[in-house]
């Protein structure tokens, strides 16, 4: 159990009421409630998510965010990409065989992971939602962000109209305005609930669109939610950098799968880019 006395100037956990501290711990037990909403936990503890909002505000916060960064400096902050770089480096000896070793270690994983019969599945099932979609959404930040744009680039190349969710604040706002009804949106997302992944996700089940989640957080709130989950082991572990090639190795089987399910389209479109990018080129010179 936790037990605060006054931490960051809220109330004491000790001088709850017996009905509300037991409600609360069971929120606050654990780093599960940092990746958690309001209705997880609710379902979670058999209640409802107005009765875990009133039990947050009962301690003194104004609500679940308010609590999360709390728990946040409690449990004492992630890994930065600069420790996780510190860390990986350290593990490595000073040559470079050794991070070629630990490059490759880790994609051959990630590839026996992805190769397994339930990963097999789950790409199946992905690629039947894609081939049916209307358009596809990739959503992905900081550098999955690199690898959405990329992958949208593919699609549209063999005939299947799609577009990035990777910007943040408005301008994220603006990207979302394109999602409609009928089609597919594929996450790359791992533990943290962010905010940015979290919008996503309600507005996708707002108009009824799938979703396919790329993640090595198979527990977390985005696979609890997606339709579809691959798992895709990133070499992180330990503290280590995680591995972006892995998730791109994923990604790339799910376009071919796409052009390889509908080739008259991909050969179609490919033929149209190429007319187009014939009439660019500038006139021989005589």
């Given amino acids: ?105 880790g994609h051959l994983h990630a590839c026996h992971v992805l190769s397994s019969e339930q990963n097999r599945q ?44 990777n910007r943040a604040g408005i301008a994220l706002a603006e990207q979302m305005l394109a999602l409609q009804r009928g089609d597919v949106l594929i996450m790359m997302a791992q533990k943290s609930a962010h905010r940015e992944g979290s919008t996503v996700v309600r507005e996708a089940k707002r108009l009824g669109v799938p979703i396919i989640l790329l993640t090595n957080a198979t527990d977390s709130f985005f696979a609890r939610e997606a339709d579809v989950v691959i798992n895709v082991p990133r070499g992180g572990e330990k503290g280590r950098i995680p591995l972006h090639g892995t998730v791109m190795v994923c990604l790339e089987m799910m376009i071919l799968s796409v052009a390889s399910s509908l080739p008259d389209r991909t050969v179609k479109t490919m033929k149209r880019l190429q007319d187009l990018y014939r009439g660019l080129k500038p006139a021989a010179k005589k």
């Fill in 1 to 105: 159990m936790i037990s605060w006395v006054s931490v960051s100037g809220h109330v004491s956990i000790n001088s709850l009421h017996a009905s509300w501290l037991s409600r609360i711990t069971s929120i606050a037990t654990g780093k599960r409630c940092l990746d958690s909403t309001a209705m997880d936990i609710a379902d979670a503890n058999h209640t409802s998510d107005a009765t875990v909002i009133r039990a947050i505000q009962a301690l003194g916060f104004s609500g679940l965010r308010d609590l999360k960064k709390v728990l946040q400096a409690w449990f004492g902050p992630g890994m930065s990409s600069e420790e996780k770089m510190t860390t990986t480096v350290n593990d490595v000896t000073r040559d470079v065989t050794s991070s070629i070793d630990f490059v490759l270690q």
């Fill in 122 to 165: 789950a790409l199946a099932e992905a690629t039947g939602l894609m081939i049916e979609a209307r358009q596809v959404a990739i959503f992905g930040i900081n550098a999955s962000g690199i690898l959405a744009d990329y992958s949208a680039r593919l699609l549209n190349r063999i005939g299947l109209a799609s577009f990035s969710l």
